[in-house]
């Protein structure tokens, strides 16, 4: 079983629909929760940081974290064409040798005008 | 604040060559991640580097080598390039404590022919 799993879409929505994208992951110890997008040709670009269970908003972005279940989940009302990327879920905990990063691989989203 | 920086942008090199990338942290964070990143095998750990010390390193052959430098910038080196070396690669940056998220570069374009 993968560290994290994530489903690679692709996902194609109309424009304005709520996007759920959603990371599953085996780790009890993960602390940190992030979501990344990257468009193409890109870095990613953090969107979303969380540290506990719980819902965080941020514009027409949520953040869902519930650790009970191990699972996290990004939405994003009145989704727009310029959403269209790559969401890479990540999360992290400490080690004794630093900060651990696992990521997803990503789900591939379009919004059609 | 300016973000983290990469260059170059594109590199095109030939098998057996050597390859120097570079990468300017945000301005305070301490810690430089180093990722390759691939369609078939998405974000894969290269290593940190925090104060000029490699704390963490993913499963690559020795031919992929790193350093930092005092004022945090860092390089990373790969030898002997393969042509599965062709791959986008990210550095990221982050305070190094506590537990802030990375952030990313735009990434080098390497492309090994």
């Known amino acids: 079983q993968k560290e994290v799993e994530q489903d690679p879409g692709p996902l194609s929505v109309p424009e304005g629909a709520i996007v759920s994208l959603n990371c599953t992951y085996s780790?009890?110890?993960?602390?940190?929760f992030m979501w990344y997008r990257q468009y193409s040709r890109k870095g990613p670009e953090l969107l979303m940081y969380?540290?506990?269970?719980g819902n965080k908003e941020d514009g027409r972005f949520t953040a869902q974290v519930d650790k009970s279940s191990k699972y996290i989940s990004l939405f994003i009302r009145d989704s727009q064409p310029s959403d269209s990327a790559t969401y890479l879920c990540?999360?992290?905990?400490?080690?004794?040798?630093?900060?651990?990063?696992?990521f997803g691989p990503g789900t591939r989203l379009s919004v059609l005008p | 604040k300016a973000g983290v920086t990469q260059t170059p942008r594109y590199l095109i090199k030939t098998r057996g060559q050597q390859v120097t990338l570079s990468c300017s942290p945000i301005?305070?964070?301490?810690?430089v991640s180093w990722y390759q990143q691939t369609p078939g095998q998405g974000l894969q750990f290269l290593f940190e580097y925090f104060s000029e010390t490699q704390r963490n390193k993913g499963n690559f052959p020795g031919r992929f080598s790193g350093r930092q430098f005092s004022n945090s910038r860092s390089e990373m080196n790969v030898s002997t390039l393969e042509l599965g070396d062709s791959a986008l690669y990210l550095c990221a940056s982050s305070p190094g404590t506590g537990g802030s998220p990375l952030h990313f570069g735009n990434g080098t374009r390497l492309t090994v022919t």
């Open positions: 301005s305070g964070h301490r810690s």
């Open positions: 780790n009890s110890a993960f602390q940190y």
């Open positions: 969380t540290y506990s269970s």
């Open positions: 990540a999360m992290s905990a400490w080690e004794n040798y630093g900060q651990n990063f696992v």
